[in-house]
């Protein structure tokens, strides 16, 4: 009897928007998927948050049979992020 492989699972990103608001934390937006809107008191919790409405986004449109808009980039691509530091005083 042979044995299945198992299935590797691929990662791919999607382009999210990050926008401070003034009163703390981001809210997230997703351009290729504008059911996605999300928010987080910080920049890791905005990231996780979106993350996971991604995922079930894309679940419903699977369930519903709806397309799947193609991602914004795989991961085995180099990645591109902005890392905030403090400024010394200056």
């Known amino acids: 009897m042979k ?3 198992p299935s590797r699972q691929v990662l791919v990103a ?3 928007i990050f926008r ?3 009163e703390g934390g981001f809210t997230v937006t ?3 998927l504008p ?3 999300s928010y987080g008191e910080t920049l890791e919790e905005a990231q996780a948050n979106a993350r996971e409405a991604i995922e079930l986004c894309l679940e419903v449109m699977r369930e519903d049979g709806e397309p799947i808009p193609p991602p ?3 991961l ?3 990645i591109e992020q902005l890392v905030p530091v403090a400024a010394a005083d200056a």
């Open 35 to 37: 059911p996605v809107a």
């Open 76 to 78: 085995a691509s180099p």
């Open 14 to 16: 999607y382009l999210c």
């Open 30 to 32: 997703c351009p290729k």
């Open 3 to 5: 044995r299945k492989k």
């Open 20 to 22: 401070p608001e003034p």
């Open 72 to 74: 914004d980039r795989d």
